[in-house]
């Protein structure tokens, strides 16, 4: 079946240093690939996504590059901000089945 | 504001009893998935309805239940509760039916559930 590995937590980075969550995926056909945020007392919103190989999402200066090859969606963000402090995760999504999550990574980012 | 809208955003009550909560989707949106999340489970998905009908059940208990009303919105009835209950419920709504093919889920801010 579908699911979706990602990187243990927490995550202490300083402010202004280089962010990599690592995602990986086991999916048969061609689903979508997407990062979700969940900031303290708030629901997931969705951050970026790739609906096919070789695309990248950005948003909000957070990439990733969605692999087909190594079956990887990394998430990356060259300069994190205290105001990026959230939970991440990494989810799967395909035309005949519901939205697989990741089991989230716990980030904190300190000044 | 997702458009995605919960109630009651927090919720206290005792053991054993039977709560409801309550969720609208977006405007427009005909699937409605529910999800519990809580610190040693991570997020779980317990239940999805599109167009009213029953779609896929996860790890949702048999003292819960879930129905989607002909407007669309959708109530979560958790009964007998137990300590371990105690969790935040979101509730995500999508326009297809199926999946997440193309535009992922949008989530609302949940039910804060303690159960004492």
């Known amino acids: 079946g579908n699911s979706v590995t990602q990187m243990e937590g927490p995550v202490t980075l300083s402010e202004e240093a280089f962010l990599t969550i690592n995602c990986t995926y086991t999916a048969t056909g061609y689903p979508s690939l997407f990062w979700y945020v969940q900031y303290p007392g708030e629901g997931l919103q969705l951050l970026l996504k790739a609906t096919k190989a070789d695309d990248k999402g950005s948003n909000k200066g957070f990439e990733a590059t969605y692999r087909k090859e190594t079956t990887s969606f990394h998430l990356e963000k060259g300069s994190v901000q205290v105001s990026d402090s959230a939970v991440y995760f990494c989810a799967l999504g395909t035309s005949y089945d519901k939205v697989i999550f990741g089991p989230g990574t716990s980030l904190s980012v300190i000044p | 504001d997702s458009g995605v809208t919960q109630t009651p955003k927090h919720l206290i009550t005792a053991t054993g009893q039977r709560v409801t909560l309550r969720c609208s989707p977006r405007s427009g949106d005909l699937s409605v998935y529910w999800y519990q999340q809580s610190l040693d489970q991570g997020l779980q998905f317990l239940i999805h309805?599109?167009?009213?009908?029953?779609?896929a059940k996860g790890n949702i208990l048999e003292r819960f239940s879930a129905q989607q009303f002909p407007d669309l919105h959708s109530e979560l009835n958790l009964s007998s509760l137990e300590l371990g209950d105690s969790a935040l419920y979101f509730c995500?709504?999508?326009?297809?039916?199926?999946?997440?093919?193309?535009?992922?889920?949008?989530f609302g801010s949940g039910t804060r559930l303690t159960v004492v």
């Open positions: 995500a709504s999508s326009a297809a039916g199926g999946g997440g093919l193309d535009y992922g889920y949008t």
């Open positions: 309805y599109y167009n009213g009908e029953e779609r």
